[in-house]
């Protein structure tokens, strides 16, 4: 159980694009998303919280109109991110959190951006 | 918020020797310290975690501890295998509700055969 997926888990895009990027939880309900972004060699940055009918906790620094998070369901949540740019190009990971582990966070396969 | 700083960034053992690998958090308010390997490309996955309560934790090969005075908590792995080779990362997080995990800066393990 507690299974996440992600797709896709490879995206190539020209600059200028918009691409978006699914969570699902395949066999739980979760309440809350996180989305990370990882760059290589480096650790993993959160950029914002997802819960379920309400609008999304960005971190600091992180552009709301850019990164765009919908989390319309309690098996999903989506990222797009808005007019990709070459520096957008990183390793996107979700994870998702469900009460009845005390809150541990599954982590989905990731998502490698690419933008030309 | 939180700041966790993870020492080393590398580490380089031989096979069936030791490796621990340290890390500091700055919130007395975390309550629970996941352990995280992450293979080249692939998600993170828990190996272990320590809740505030307790001071040790063991599982098979791999142990962590944590001193919440100095606030510091370390992971142990002995025996060390050649698929122990990735990165590993610490994490911290307060209690209550789905509070967000902050990540250290990640450890580069190497297990020489």
């Known amino acids: 159980g507690a299974v996440v997926s992600q797709h896709p888990s490879r995206v190539i895009c020209k600059s200028g694009t918009s691409v978006k990027i699914e969570c699902r939880s395949l066999?739980?309900?979760?309440?809350?998303m996180f989305w990370y972004r990882q760059f290589p060699k480096q650790s993993l940055m959160l950029m914002a919280t997802s819960n379920e009918g309400s609008k999304a906790t960005y971190e600091q620094g992180v552009e709301k109109d850019k990164f765009l998070i919908n989390h319309a369901s309690l098996t999903l949540s989506t990222l797009t991110v808005t007019s990709a740019h070459p520096e957008d190009s990183s390793f996107y990971i979700c994870?998702?959190?469900?009460?009845?582990?005390?809150?541990?966070?599954?982590f989905g396969p990731g998502t490698r951006l690419t933008v030309l | 918020g939180e700041n966790v700083e993870q020492h080393p960034s590398t580490l380089s053992v031989q096979e069936g020797d030791s490796a621990v690998i340290k890390c500091t958090y700055s919130d007395s308010a975390s309550n629970y310290f996941p352990w995280y390997k992450q293979e080249l490309g692939k998600r993170p996955q828990l190996i272990i975690d320590i809740r505030s309560n307790v001071g040790e934790k063991k599982d098979q090969r791999i142990a962590v501890t944590l001193n919440k005075t100095a606030k510091h908590f370390s992971l142990h792995i002995t025996e060390t295998q050649p698929e122990d080779s990735a990165v590993y990362f610490c994490?911290?997080?307060?209690?209550?509700?789905?509070?967000?995990?902050?990540f250290g800066t990640g450890t580069k393990l190497q297990v020489i055969p």
């Open positions: 066999d739980f309900q979760a309440t809350t």
């Open positions: 994870s998702a959190s469900r009460l009845a582990d005390d809150n541990e966070q599954f």
């Open positions: 994490a911290a997080r307060p209690s209550g509700g789905y509070q967000k995990v902050t």
